[in-house]
């Protein structure tokens, strides 16, 4: 019976230091902030250094992304299942989205995270290629 006792007081204490937590799913899983976006179109190549915040969150198995825009008008969101196949392809399968058109569309793109802190992807959309820089929050 002291076996049991002192086993559960253990199991209490370690409880505690979260040697329980959920460890992440892959190297995206968490918040990211977007830091840069490049849009490539046939005719002109539009670079974003200052974004306005737009957030990113995933976790194992899906993703929310909103901002709102700098007049402070509008707030654009989009979000739904994700997976990640190795560490290149990620593939985003929107379920909502402010624009409507994209809603059902899979959104692929080459995906690269260097270190902990900085995730590249890169991916066409329409008639577009779209180059995003995301930097983990801590």
């Known amino acids: 019976m002291r076996t049991v006792t002192a086993l559960a007081l253990v199991l209490l204490l370690l409880s505690g230091t979260n040697v329980f937590a959920q460890l992440p799913a892959n190297k995206l899983e968490g918040s990211w902030r977007m830091i840069r976006q490049t849009l490539v179109y046939p005719d002109t190549t539009i670079v974003r250094n200052q974004v306005p915040p737009s957030t990113k969150i995933l976790n194992s198995t899906h993703f929310s992304w909103g901002y709102q825009t700098d007049d402070g008008e509008d707030v654009l969101a989009g979000g739904g299942r ?12 929107l379920e909502y989205h402010t624009s409507p058109p994209l809603v059902g569309m899979d959104l692929k793109f080459e995906a690269r995270v260097e270190g902990d802190s ?21």
């Open 118 to 138: 900085l995730w590249y992807h890169t991916g066409r959309i329409g008639d577009f290629v779209l180059k995003e820089v995301w930097r983990r929050l801590h």
């Open 82 to 93: 994700y997976t990640l196949y190795g560490d290149t392809l990620y593939i985003e399968h």
